[in-house]
Structures are given as C-alpha cells and as structure tokens.
C-alpha cells in the first residue's frame, strides 16, 4: 500500500487509432500525438502529487497488429524518449521499461537498456513504460521463478509471501497503483497490472488518448481523494 506521500497513477492509452481516423488520417498520427501527451504528462504529473506513473505502451497482444504498425509504435517509443532524455534528466525522470524484453527488436532492446542507465540514479518521478508487457506473463514469470528457486531447493512454497512474489514481478521496487486510469471509452483492464492493481481506484473515460488533458488528470487526482479506500476494512 502507498504512504500518503506516494501517489501512484498507471493509464492504458486507448484510442490513438479512432483519434487519427476520425480526422482522416493515418492511425500512425494517433499514437505520435499521443506519445506528446505523453510528453507533457509526464513533465506535469510532480506537480499534481504523482510519484510515479506507469503507461501501457504495447502489450503482448499488440503483436497482432500489422507489422509497420506494430514497428512504428516501438521505434516511435525509442525514439521520443530518446529525444527527451535530456529534459527528462533535468526533471529528475527515472524511466523503467516493464515487459518481456527478449523478443523486442535488438536496436529497440539497445535504445532501452540505454534510456533505463541514463536515468537510473534520477531521484524523481518513476515513469514506467510497459513494452511487450501482460499482467498474465509477468504472473507466470513469477510464478515459473519461485518454482525453479523450490525445484533448486533454495526456498520452499511454505516461504511464498505477497512480498516476496512481488519482488519476481517486473514492477518490482514499485508500489502497486493508487489509480488506474483507462482511455477509449472501453470499461476493460485488458490485462494491464492484474496482480499490481489489486486495491487500485479505477477510472473509465470516454476521451480518446490524444485529447487527454492535464485538468483531466487533475481531476482524477482530486476525485482519487476524496474516494475512501478501505483496503477491505470497515
Ligand atoms: C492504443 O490505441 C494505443 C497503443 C497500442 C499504443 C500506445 C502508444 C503510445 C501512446 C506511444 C508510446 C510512446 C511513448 C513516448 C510512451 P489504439 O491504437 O488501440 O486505439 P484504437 O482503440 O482507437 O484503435
């Protein structure tokens, strides 16, 4: 659970496509403007009380896209995020790349390692990004983890602790998210953070990606405190 201190906000970014085809254009013009609002999210969330901020960038059922789609949406991660990396430094950003790794493009997997070192000793915002990322395989990472330490004979299942599998999780290190916030007007956690958001105040909202605004996260925020979380208590 967070302390008050903490504010943690994860938001699936749906409806870059019907953004851009609703103005005629190509869906790849969606997920640019969208990688800006990202931009601008990112260097206004400090200041509403956000400590960390985890987006769902690709999952691992975005590979059924078609293939120039599914390239762009990579490259177009890299490459934006490389270009900010500087104004990221000087924002304090720390960026972490949360997914399966192993079957991303290699010079996307390079760009990556790259983005997370030169950030790794920046004291504020956690900007996690989820690239080829499942709520389910990073369960069964978890899960395939602990068992091959049982099988080692190094810990025994009597041993397993939600702290301990947290810790074989990718988020690990991270507390789990105070708000979950989903665009595209689809009322679906489409296997984002399903161990993660356990406890998490959920938002549904009918703005396409590209068009979320900061006084709408602002709002979310004030909402998110005025909400009563009980954690299962009285
Ligand atoms: C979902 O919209 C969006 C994605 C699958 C890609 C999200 C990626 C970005 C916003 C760019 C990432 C870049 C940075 C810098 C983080 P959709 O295409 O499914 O929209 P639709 O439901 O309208 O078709």
Redesign the pocket.
């Known amino acids: 659970m967070a302390t008050s201190s903490q504010l943690h906000v994860a938001i699936v970014?749906?409806?870059?496509?019907?953004?851009a085809?609703e103005r005629g254009l190509p869906?790849i013009a969606?997920?640019r403007q969208?990688?800006q609002?990202?931009?601008d999210i990112v260097a206004a969330a400090p200041g509403l009380g956000v400590t960390a901020l985890t987006?769902?960038?690709?999952?691992t059922e975005?590979w059924k896209?078609p293939p120039d789609e599914v390239s762009y949406?990579l490259h177009?991660?890299v490459s934006?995020?490389t270009k900010w990396l500087p104004e990221l430094v000087s924002q304090h950003v720390r960026v972490r790349i949360i997914g399966d790794r192993a079957a991303l493009p290699g010079d996307v997997s390079a760009s990556v390692e790259a983005i997370e070192k030169r950030t790794a000793s920046c004291d504020g915002l956690h900007l996690n990004?989820a690239l080829n990322y499942g709520g389910r395989a990073e369960i069964l990472l978890a899960a395939k983890t602990f068992a091959a330490e049982c099988a080692a004979g190094t810990a025994t299942p009597e041993e397993l602790t939600e702290e301990r599998f947290d810790s074989y999780l990718w988020l690990k290190g991270e507390a789990p998210p105070d708000i979950v916030v989903r665009t595209?007007a689809?009322s679906r956690v489409s296997n984002f953070l399903l161990w993660e958001m356990a406890y998490a105040e959920l938002f549904f909202l009918d703005v396409?990606?590209p068009d979320f605004k900061l006084a709408t996260l602002d709002m979310i925020v004030q909402k998110f405190k005025s909400r009563n979380r009980r954690f299962g208590s009285l």
């Open positions: 970014m749906d409806g870059n496509g019907r953004w085809v869906r969606g997920h969208g990688a609002v990202v931009h987006i769902f960038a690709f999952s975005n896209r949406i177009l991660f934006m995020v990004v595209g689809e396409l990606w």
